[in-house]
């Protein structure tokens, strides 16, 4: 053995017997990297974080936190899955992580569970825009209408997540070019064109110009609120897609060729684009017609509707919604498929063909739960979102910053890039972004307590 070896190159990549797909197209990748990133994280979640916690002041904080924090940890997670050309079921194991078998497998575990009460919200969107086709919620109470078809089991719900995921299914069937990276490049631009006559829509209302002013203008005493930073801090986890599992499977795809840096700024800029875009059809349309723009979860699924039932062309502008919002979940859900089916082969050897079925039955039977109640759904959101998605980003950066050599973890990053990556990245990847993973696990459990929520 050479003696100049330096123990910490050790341990040596465990990796696959065969060779890897990978992306076709860096625009192919890009496609399905913000496909994977533009969630309802940014058409639901987004606009009414931003309704509950400030308007202004919290987008400035979560652009801040995005830039700051997000691209960092997303370069980390995409490093990781290409170092190691492994997805979360073996990533951690191929780096040499002390109990890494289990961190892949509790990864794995959590996109199963998190992925189901995920597939709900999907359903209620693509129900929505069969609802806005037929006018069947116009003229009535939006609320009792929510209530009446999700307030509870219904067969109907449960139908509608079938096919969602028998669609995921079969798209996710075809392989990651032909399948993933195909599907992304005509979806994910589709998702931006409607948003153009949406905004346009929106922004020619009376009183639109009051909605922009709290969407855009920050409160400045806000800015100084804890929890306003808190909350945007957790948004852009949730909204990025980071959780040490879709992003390590797509980085697993990337090619030694890609810019890690760009490719990570850029999915950031396109999923911050879509919520912003998703902000400006919602809170001029929303104080156009004077109601609340801090509706919460019911912002998209009852506030809407009932804008969408009132103004002219609202039935058109309700369906590009909704489609978009079917289509954000649907490209993001693609990747926790692909991570299921993933593991199902590295565990057990099984195909697409065996696996995908199985996948998509076993995500289905995790969603009943959540088909029964808001409430059930909200605790999942808590359990499987709120807390494993940063626990499972912590395993990444903690993982790529400690576990691989600080020689190899740089030089993974840097790649090929086109601007210099400083050694203080890997730093901050060790220190900083593990400190405000913490934050956001201890804040969401302290909010859930102190808020008094069942």
């Not at 195909?351 to 909200?378: D, E, G, K, N, W």
Request: aromatic fraction near 14%.
């Amino acid at each position: 053995m050479n003696p100049a070896t330096n123990i910490r190159e050790r341990p040596t990549l465990i990796r696959p017997i065969t060779m890897r797909e990978t992306f076709k197209t860096r625009f192919g990748s890009l496609m399905a990297l913000v496909g994977l990133a533009i969630g309802l994280g940014d058409i639901w979640r987004f606009p009414y974080m931003a309704g509950l916690f400030g308007g202004g002041a919290f987008l400035v904080l979560y652009l801040v936190i995005t830039v700051l924090i997000g691209i960092p940890a997303i370069m980390a997670e995409l490093a990781l899955g290409r170092y190691a050309r492994q997805g979360p079921a073996r990533a951690f194991t191929a780096i040499g992580m002390p109990g890494g078998r289990w961190v892949g497998a509790l990864i794995c575990l959590t996109i199963v569970m998190a992925s189901g009460f995920y597939l709900v919200v999907i359903g209620w969107s693509l129900y929505y825009l069969g609802a806005t086709a037929t006018k069947s919620y116009f003229g009535v109470d939006t609320q009792a209408y929510f209530d009446g078809h999700f307030g509870g089991f219904r067969w109907s719900s449960l139908w509608t997540a079938m096919l969602v995921a028998l669609l995921l299914g079969l798209a996710v069937a075809r392989g990651v070019r032909q399948g993933i990276e195909k599907l992304n490049a005509i979806l994910v631009p589709i998702m931006f064109v409607c948003f153009v006559p949406m905004i346009a829509r929106s922004l020619t209302l009376p009183g639109a110009v009051d909605g922009l002013r709290f969407f855009l203008i920050p409160d400045f005493f806000k800015l100084l609120q804890p929890q306003v930073a808190l909350a945007a801090l957790g948004q852009a986890f949730f909204s990025l897609t980071l959780g040490g599992h879709a992003l390590v499977m797509y980085g697993s795809y990337l090619a030694d060729e890609e810019n890690l840096p760009m490719t990570a700024a850029k999915t950031a800029f396109g999923d911050t684009l879509a919520g912003v875009l998703a902000g400006f059809v919602i809170f001029p349309a929303v104080f156009a017609y004077g109601l609340n723009p801090q509706g919460g979860p019911g912002l998209s699924f009852v506030t809407l509707p009932r804008v969408f039932s009132e103004m002219p062309l609202g039935q058109a502008m309700g369906m590009l919604f909704f489609l978009v919002a079917f289509l954000a979940g649907f490209t993001s859900l693609l990747g926790c498929f692909e991570i299921c089916h993933d593991a199902c082969h590295q565990y057990w050897g099984w195909s697409r063909r065996r696996s995908l079925p199985l996948t998509a039955a076993l995500i289905v039977l995790m969603s009943v739960p959540s088909l029964h109640s808001a409430t059930v759904l909200q605790i999942n959101d808590l359990i499987w979102g709120t807390t494993m998605f940063p626990f499972g980003s912590l395993m990444a950066v903690v993982g790529l910053g400690w576990c691989v050599a600080r020689g190899r973890a740089l030089a993974e990053v840097r790649k090929n890039s086109s601007a210099p990556v400083p050694d203080f990245w890997l730093t901050w990847i060790r220190y900083v972004i593990p400190t405000f993973i913490l934050l956001v696990l201890i804040y969401g459990w302290w909010d859930y307590f102190h808020s008094g929520r069942p």
